[in-house]
């Protein structure tokens, strides 16, 4: 069984920063991609950033600059370093996975995590 486990969300100012962190457990395969969507109160979940196990990204235009996702596919395991933030900011942060589905490795399996609160208030 599969499982996310997040850490590091909190409330923070306007400019300060913020580091989330998820660990995917429970597979013996490395995974494909992790990522980082998130959910503001009355808007629908969108994607923030995402990274690839070879190391390519792609992030939110409203984040490009502040945010930078890494992995260490080696530890199932992503980070997402959140500078210079905004009230905007402010959302439930998810943490996602895509894992080979089996030894094949050319289907995938897709998990969330249980998502962390980020508020950024003055």
């Known amino acids: 069984q599969v499982q996310l486990a997040e850490s590091g969300g909190g409330l923070v100012q306007p400019g300060e920063s913020l580091a989330l962190f998820c660990t995917a457990s429970?597979?013996?395969?490395?995974?494909?991609?992790m990522a980082w969507y998130r959910q503001a109160p009355g808007k629908e979940r969108q994607l923030v950033a995402v990274?690839?196990?070879?190391?390519?990204?792609h992030y939110a235009e409203s984040v490009k600059g502040r945010f930078t996702i890494s992995i260490d596919d080696a530890q199932n395991a992503v980070a997402l370093q959140m500078n210079r933030l905004k009230p905007e900011d402010t959302a439930v942060y998810y943490c996602?996975?895509?894992?080979?589905?089996?030894?094949?490795?050319?289907?995938?399996?897709?998990?969330w995590g249980q998502g962390m609160q980020v508020i950024v208030s003055s």
């Open positions: 996602n996975a895509r894992i080979p589905a089996d030894s094949r490795q050319e289907t995938f399996d897709e998990y």
């Open positions: 429970g597979s013996r395969f490395r995974v494909n991609s």
């Open positions: 990274i690839v196990s070879g190391g390519t990204t």
